[in-house]
C-alpha cells in the first residue's frame, strides 16, 4: 500500500507540475498577445502622424469600437506643440480608426516575421534622444532597402529608400539627400564621430537638418511613408519585403514607370 501511495503521489506530482507548465506557458503568451494588441492600437495611431506617448496624466477613453484591445481605456498624450490637454477631433478619431482597422487586416504588427520593425518602429516614436531615434530608423531602413549583395550599402540604402517613396523626380533628388545625410550622422553615433559638429555642419546647409526637432519629425514621417507602403504591398503578399532585392526598386518606382510610359 504504501509503495502504492507513494506512486499515486509521484505520478499526480508530475501531471499537477505539467499542468502548472501549461497553465504558465499560456497566461505568458495570453499576456504577450494582449500587451501586442495594445501596443499594434498605438502603433496605429503614431502611423497617422500623432506622435502619443503613454503617460498617466492624461486619459482618453476610447469609442466602443476598440473594445477587442481588452481595455476600456488607454493612457496616452499627444507630444506635439498642441495645449494639454489635447482632444481628439471626430476626424482624427475617424482617421485613427481607418489606420487601425487597416493595420489590423494586414497583421504588420502581430506576425512574428515582423517582430523587429514593431519593436524599432515602438522605439522610434518613444524616444526624445535623436541618436536613438537615428539607430531605430536605421535598422528599419536596412530592413526595406539593403536586402541582397552587401556592397555599396550606404548608396544602395539612400537609393532604394528614394526610389520607393519618390514618385516625382524632385521628390527622389530631395529623399535621396535625406536619406544620405542621415547616414553620415549615423555613422558618426555608432563610430565615435563628433555627432553635433557634423550636426551642426548640416543645419547650414540644408533646411530639413536645421535644428533636432525637424530631424526628428522628418525621420518619423519617412519611416511612416516605408510602414504605409509596406501595409498597401501586403495586402496582395503576405511578406513583400523578401521582393526587396536586386531591380525591385527600379522595376516598381512610378518614376522610372512614368518615363518608360512617356517614352513609348
Known amino acids: 500500500n504504501t509503495t502504492l501511495s507513494c506512486s499515486f503521489f509521484s505520478t499526480f506530482q508530475k501531471g499537477f507540475e505539467k499542468f502548472l507548465d501549461l497553465r504558465i506557458k499560456f497566461e505568458a503568451e495570453w499576456y504577450e498577445n494582449v500587451c501586442k494588441k495594445v501596443l499594434e492600437l498605438f502603433l496605429s495611431v503614431y502611423l497617422t502622424g500623432k506622435a502619443f506617448k503613454q503617460l498617466d496624466q492624461v486619459r482618453y477613453t476610447l469609442p466602443w469600437w476598440w473594445q477587442d484591445t481588452h481595455e476600456d481605456d488607454l493612457n496616452y498624450f499627444n507630444n506635439t506643440n498642441y495645449p494639454y490637454p489635447y482632444i481628439l477631433s471626430s476626424e482624427e478619431l475617424n482617421r485613427i480608426t481607418e489606420q487601425y482597422s487597416e493595420v489590423k487586416e494586414s497583421q504588420i504588427f502581430m506576425s512574428n516575421q515582423f517582430d523587429i520593425l514593431r519593436h524599432r518602429y515602438n522605439e522610434v516614436f518613444n524616444t526624445n534622444v535623436i541618436e536613438d531615434l537615428i539607430i531605430n530608423s536605421f535598422i528599419i531602413f536596412e530592413l526595406f532597402f539593403t536586402r541582397g549583395i552587401a556592397q555599396e550599402l550606404r548608396f544602395r540604402l539612400c ?29 558618426k553615433i555608432i563610430h565615435g564621430g563628433n555627432f553635433k559638429r557634423k550636426l551642426n555642419e548640416l543645419s547650414r546647409k540644408m533646411d530639413s537638418f536645421s535644428n ?45 514607370k512614368k518615363e518608360e510610359s512617356e517614352g513609348k
Open 212 to 256: 533636432e526637432v525637424k530631424i526628428m519629425n522628418e525621420t518619423r514621417l519617412i519611416v511612416n511613408k516605408c510602414i504605409l507602403k509596406l501595409i498597401e504591398l501586403k495586402k496582395n503578399n503576405s511578406n513583400p519585403i523578401k521582393q526587396f532585392e536586386s531591380l525591385y526598386f527600379f522595376e516598381n518606382s512610378n518614376i522610372i
Open 159 to 187: 537609393l532604394n529608400g528614394a526610389l520607393f517613396l519618390s514618385s516625382q523626380f524632385e521628390k527622389l533628388e530631395k529623399n535621396y539627400n535625406f536619406f544620405w545625410n542621415l547616414y553620415e550622422l549615423k555613422q
